[in-house]
Structures are given as structure tokens and as C-alpha cells.
T-cell receptor
Framework: DAGVTQSPTHLIKTRGQHVTLRCSPISGHKSVSWYQQVLGQGPQFIFQYYEKEERGRGNFPDRFSARQFPNYSSELNVNALLLGDSALYLC?????????????FGSGTQLSVL | AQSVAQPEDQVNVAEGNPLTVKCTYSVSGNPYLFWYVQYPNRGLQFLLKYITGDNLVKGSYGFEAEFNKSQTSFHLKKPSALVSDSALYFCAVRPEGFKTIFGAGTRLFVKA
């Protein structure tokens, strides 16, 4: 079975642009979460979607948005990019939203903002 | 506030020696604790979790973790380190179903 897939793997943008990152969860997983990992830090929670509805949002500005599609894939959108948005963006899937569930991570999208 | 702390930025051990990567947590309610490992240019991989029950949890690749409620700790251990264990290790807590909180990470370096 395929794992969590993310695209693109690398992306270079300039300040002020917008970006769309994509994620396909493991087959059968209905929950998708997004995390931002800045170099030297642990992943920071951005969003969780379950059954196409937003279930949680982290402490990120409104420039960050996301959605989940009927096939449970997801997009993360970031508008008006800032230099500080440069990071590895990780997508994780799980079957549902139980507190005892482990997360399955993709390899991430490395975003560089110049 | 819910949080985890990893007090060591880096841990160095010799191959064949036991290793410990430390983690302390602060949660209200029941702690649901996890360890993940990250290899270069890769996403995180699940190692083990503590939900309830035995304080010693066994996980993947020979790793185990000891839950200590009185010390609010969840240290990761392995009896005999391998060079291939060299990676970045994250302790995490999942206080609610929609959010996982990660520590800052500890880089493990195993020397041959």
C-alpha cells in the first residue's frame, strides 16, 4: 500500500506569492493534518481535517488555509508568503481522530521563500 | 498548557552501548504520549506510544520507553545502540484528537 504522498517535494517562491501544497493520505484514512517544521524545531500543528471538515486549527495567521476533498486528499494554501514561511511542510494521515492513534507522515514539501 | 520538553539537543553514544533520550511532559488529564523518529529529508515515523497500562512500552526497532507518572517523564531507551539509529527523535503528546504537540527534538548520534 502506498504511504502518505505529498507534492511537490521542493518549492521556491518569492515574498508575496501564494503556494498550494498537496497531500494524499493512506487509503482508508479519513483524517489529514498539516504541520510546519522550521529547521531545528519540532513540527507545529497547523490544521486537521476529518471527513472534509476542519476539526482543529493551530496558532497560524489567516494567510494559511486548507481544505479536504471527497477522496480525503487535502491542500494547504499559503497567501502573501513571508520569509518566515520557509519550512518543511508535513502532511500526516490517520484513520480517524482518536487520541491514541499514531500519525503516518509524508516526506514533506520543502518550501523556500526568497 | 499542554507541552513536552526534550532537555537535550544532542545525545552521543557508542555503538553497542545503551541509549536514553529524555522527555518530560505537562498535560491536564490523561497523557497520551508518543515517540517519533525522523531521518534526513524524510517525514516522521512512529516508534511507540503510551496510552494506558504497563509503564514500559515496547516499540519498533528495539526501542522502548518508560512512563513515569510521578516524574512526568517518558524517556526513550534502547539496550544496545546501532549506528543506523542515528536520527532526530521527537517526543509528542496528543491532548486532543485533532492535535499532536511535539518537542523540539533530540539528535542522536551513534559512533561506530
Amino acid at each position: 500500500d502506498a504511504g502518505v504522498t505529498q507534492s511537490p517535494t521542493h518549492l521556491i517562491k518569492t515574498r508575496g506569492q501564494h503556494v498550494t501544497l498537496r497531500c494524499s493520505p493512506i487509503s482508508g484514512h479519513k483524517s489529514v493534518s498539516w504541520y510546519q517544521q522550521v529547521l531545528g524545531q519540532g513540527p507545529q500543528f497547523i490544521f486537521q481535517y476529518y471527513e472534509k471538515e476542519e476539526r482543529g486549527r493551530g496558532n497560524f495567521p489567516d494567510r494559511f488555509s486548507a481544505r479536504q476533498f471527497p477522496n480525503y486528499s487535502s491542500e494547504l494554501n499559503v497567501n502573501a508568503l513571508l520569509l518566515g514561511d520557509s519550512a518543511l511542510y508535513l502532511c500526516a494521515s490517520s484513520p480517524s481522530t482518536g487520541v491514541n492513534e499514531k500519525l503516518f507522515f509524508g516526506s514533506g514539501t520543502q518550501l523556500s521563500v526568497l | 498548557a499542554q507541552s513536552v520538553a526534550q532537555p537535550e539537543d544532542q545525545v552521543n553514544v557508542a555503538e553497542g552501548n545503551p541509549l536514553t533520550v529524555k522527555c518530560t511532559y505537562s498535560v491536564s488529564g490523561n497523557p497520551y504520549l508518543f515517540w517519533y523518529v525522523q531521518y534526513p529529508n524524510r517525514g516522521l515515523q512512529f516508534l511507540l506510544k503510551y496510552i494506558t497500562g504497563d509503564n514500559l512500552v515496547k516499540g519498533s526497532y528495539g526501542f522502548e520507553a518508560e512512563f513515569n507518572k510521578s516524574q512526568t517523564s517518558f524517556h526513550l531507551k534502547k539496550p544496545s545502540a546501532l549506528v543506523s539509529d542515528s536520527a532526530l527523535y521527537f517526543c509528542a503528546v496528543r491532548p486532543e484528537g485533532f492535535k499532536t504537540i511535539f518537542g523540539a527534538g533530540t539528535r542522536l548520534f551513534v559512533k561506530a
